[in-house]
């Protein structure tokens, strides 16, 4: 199994980001995937997940109507779409499926 982020980078408060996932060496679509980060000083968290068709998706409280989690299955990608970041957000940010992680990509908000 391999999970590989990108989209990483320096962004402006208010400003946007799209993360990917490139996931790798298992069947993708049957399997429910997840965003998660951890800022310094504090512990992982749950971002946004979705269901193996893209049916259903969750988001933690301090994201919602900010962050947009997709995900095409023919080409084995998961997205999150973050738009109007706060500083708050920088962190990095990790792909999750069932008990494998990627390395992570590191977002920061700031002026």
């Known amino acids: 199994v391999q999970l590989v982020e990108s989209g990483g980078g320096l962004v402006q408060p208010g400003g946007s980001l799209r993360l990917s996932c490139a996931a790798s060496g298992f069947t993708f679509s049957r399997y429910a995937m997840s965003w998660y980060r951890q800022a310094p000083g504090k512990e992982r968290e749950l971002v946004a997940a979705?269901?193996?068709?893209?049916?259903?998706?969750n988001y933690t409280d301090s994201v919602k109507g900010r962050f947009t989690i997709s995900r095409d299955n023919a080409k084995h990608t998961v997205y999150l779409q973050m738009n109007n970041l706060k500083p708050d957000d920088t962190a990095v940010y990790y792909c999750y499926r069932f008990r494998n992680w990627g390395q992570g990509t590191q977002v920061i908000v700031s002026s």
């Open positions: 979705i269901t193996s068709t893209g049916g259903s998706t």
